[in-house]
Structure formats: structure tokens, C-alpha cells
């Protein structure tokens, strides 16, 4: 809850904080990321597609011709990632797209996803706008990660050995395509209408 002081004859109150505490991974999901962990305790080591992967995540999977619906990207993973890039993109054939501005670093945040606790950060966003009625294919679409993990190899020297030596290593990560079904607008349209489908306020 906030507090409040009185300064100056003043009360002065500050803001409330609200915490999420996610739950415990579930047993099979826990003994899954040990098992991940110890296997990625060197550079070469295989990274698990269960501990890094990219959702695409569609605000609706069905909508009438123009109406606009948003697409993210949204990275899962356990890992250490230090970076990524977008190597290949779709490009959104059928669709008229506008693409969200990033400014600043890529906020992170946990989430609990099919009983996993998952480090999350949004990659990528976009409107888009569909053209014609039926099913839309939106092509799948590969970024890079480069993961930071320990390496275990031996050191020139024994004094170096006392400290953790890391490796960053890319990986590619594919997301696979998504469908959008697109319903053909009522007829009887008003001859004022000009092409825009959906909810409008200023």
C-alpha cells in the first residue's frame, strides 16, 4: 500500500506497488531445466529448443477485411541471452503492415508459461491490415540468439581457473507460420465507407 507523510501542515502520499510472484515450475518442468542447465555448461553443448523458443502471438485469429490485428514475437527462454537479431522476416503478403517503433532497450519480464517460468522479451511488433477474405498464411520468420554460457575447458593458467570463464554462442531460432482467417465484409455497406473495420475513439 502507499504511505503518507504530513510535511508542512501537507499530507503527501506516495503510490501502491503491486509484486506478481509467479509459481514453482511443476516437477516434470523442473527436472527438464536441470537437466538443460547441465547440458549447457559448455560452449559446445546443445542448446534445447524447450529453454528458447519465439511465440508468435496473433490479438485475434479471426477479423473481417481491414480490420487490424497485432502480431508479436515474443521470446521464452531460461537461458542467458545477450542479444538478438531478426534475420528473416515475413513479408506479410496479403496484409498492409505497420510496424511498431522500438525506442530504448528491450524490457524483460518473467512469466509463467504451460507451468514454466520463462525470462520474456517482445522482439518484434506489427499491425497489419488484411486485404482480401479467406485464410492468410503468415510465413514463418528466424532470428539469432546469442546465448551466454559457461565454459568449463581448461585455462592456461591455474589462477584462472578460480574464475568462471563464459562464451557467448549463436543460435538460430525459427518460428513457425501462423494463420489469420479473414471474413468477407457485410453487405450493404454505406456509400461513405471508406475501408477502415473497428472500434475508434479520440
Known amino acids: 500500500p502507499s ?28 527436472s527438464t531445466s536441470s537437466s538443460s542447465s547441465s547440458a549447457a555448461s559448455g560452449a559446445s553443448a546443445a542448446i534445447s529448443s524447450d529453454n528458447l523458443f519465439i511465440r508468435p502471438i496473433l490479438s485475434k485469429s479471426t477479423v473481417y477485411e481491414q480490420e487490424a490485428v497485432k502480431l508479436t514475437y515474443k521470446l521464452y527462454t531460461t537461458y542467458d541471452v545477450v542479444q538478438f537479431n531478426n534475420k528473416s522476416m515475413p513479408d506479410f503478403k496479403g496484409f498492409l503492415k505497420q510496424e511498431f517503433e522500438r525506442t530504448g532497450n528491450t524490457q524483460l519480464a518473467y512469466e ?75 453487405r450493404g455497406k454505406p456509400a461513405s465507407f471508406y475501408g477502415v473495420v473497428g472500434q475508434f475513439s479520440m
Open 112 to 186: 509463467n508459461y504451460n507451468g514454466r517460468n520463462f525470462l520474456t522479451a517482445v522482439l518484434y511488433e506489427v499491425m497489419l491490415y488484411p486485404q482480401t477474405p479467406g485464410e492468410i498464411v503468415i510465413d514463418k520468420a528466424e532470428f539469432e540468439a546469442i546465448i551466454r554460457v559457461q565454459s568449463r575447458r581448461r585455462t592456461r593458467s591455474i589462477f584462472d581457473d578460480f574464475f568462471d570463464s563464459y562464451t557467448n554462442v549463436p543460435r538460430a531460432v525459427e518460428v513457425r507460420p501462423t494463420k489469420v482467417r479473414v471474413k468477407e465484409l457485410p
Open 3 to 30: 504511505a503518507t507523510i504530513t510535511s508542512g501542515g501537507q499530507k503527501v502520499t506516495s503510490n501502491g506497488l503491486s509484486i506478481k510472484v509467479l509459481p514453482e515450475d511443476d516437477s516434470t518442468a523442473a
